[in-house]
């Protein structure tokens, strides 16, 4: 069983930064490949970031490439969506994902179907 917490969302200005944690426990992250999704107001929940579990491999939704960076920190058991140069756009509840462990994989997954753990969300609002 693995158990994820979010935080680190709040209010921010269009153009600024924020930074996302995942921490997870009952299980380590480092065999786990691992993603961000997010799920604007009425609007269908859609991916965002992801990390394989080996060799760092990551894929990220084309509207946030080069502004959002996902990252894992294997000792702390968590990992991160640091958020640069936020949009309005970018507004929604923002959820942590794991797989259950894929050891050698170095995929990183973009469909919500292949994650079997999910956060509780937090929410990131832009202010323009």
């Known amino acids: 069983q693995v158990n994820l917490v979010e935080s680190g969302g709040g209010l921010a200005q269009a153009g600024g930064s924020l930074r996302l944690s995942c921490l997870a426990s009952g299980s380590v992250v480092s065999s786990r490949a691992m993603g961000w999704f997010r799920q604007p107001p009425g609007k269908e929940r859609e991916f965002v970031a992801a990390?394989?579990?080996?060799?760092?491999?990551?894929d990220y939704l084309d509207s946030v490439m080069g502004r959002f960076t996902i990252s894992r920190d294997n000792a702390k058991n968590t990992i991160y969506l640091q958020m640069n140069s936020l949009e309005p756009d970018d507004a929604a509840v923002y959820y942590c994902a794991a797989k259950s462990p894929t050891f050698f994989s170095t995929t990183p997954y973009r469909r919500a179907a292949d994650y079997e753990y999910w956060g509780q969300g937090t929410q990131v609002s832009v202010s323009s």
């Open positions: 990390v394989s579990a080996r060799s760092g491999n990551t």
